[in-house]
């Protein structure tokens, strides 16, 4: 069974930080492509960050400079460290896998988790 779950939202105030995780089970972790998107009411989801198999890293310009991704291999865990919050911010955080594995799988390349809810005041 293919598992993708996000944990680590909440309700903060403008300034502060959060560390969301998400653990997944079911596919091959070290060949996916790890990704966390957001998407607030009423807005398309957005990409957020990625990490790539070999470390790379991507993150959106929105958030740059405030976020960092990370993973952990061994727990089959990808981390978003959200530091400097802003109202902006606020949106259900959703992890996401892209792998061949997954194919096997679920017979799609892309697998999402439900999401954690992020809510940043003023």
């Known amino acids: 069974e293919v598992q993708l779950v996000e944990s680590g939202g909440g309700s903060v105030q403008a300034g502060g930080s959060l560390r969301l995780s998400c653990t997944a089970a079911g596919f091959t972790f070290d060949d996916s492509r790890m990704g966390w998107y957001r998407q607030a009411p009423g807005n398309e989801r957005e990409g957020g960050a990625s990490?790539?198999?070999?470390?790379?890293?991507y993150i959106a310009d929105s958030v740059k400079g405030r976020f960092t991704i990370s993973q952990d291999n061994a727990k089959n865990t990808v981390y978003l460290q959200l530091n400097s919050l802003k109202p902006e911010d606020t949106a259900m955080y959703y992890c996401?896998?892209?792998?061949?594995?997954?194919?096997?799988?679920?017979?799609?390349?892309?697998?999402w988790g439900r999401g954690t809810q992020v809510t940043v005041s003023s």
């Open positions: 990490i790539y198999p070999d470390g790379r890293t």
């Open positions: 996401a896998a892209d792998a061949s594995s997954l194919v096997c799988a679920t017979g799609k390349p892309r697998a």
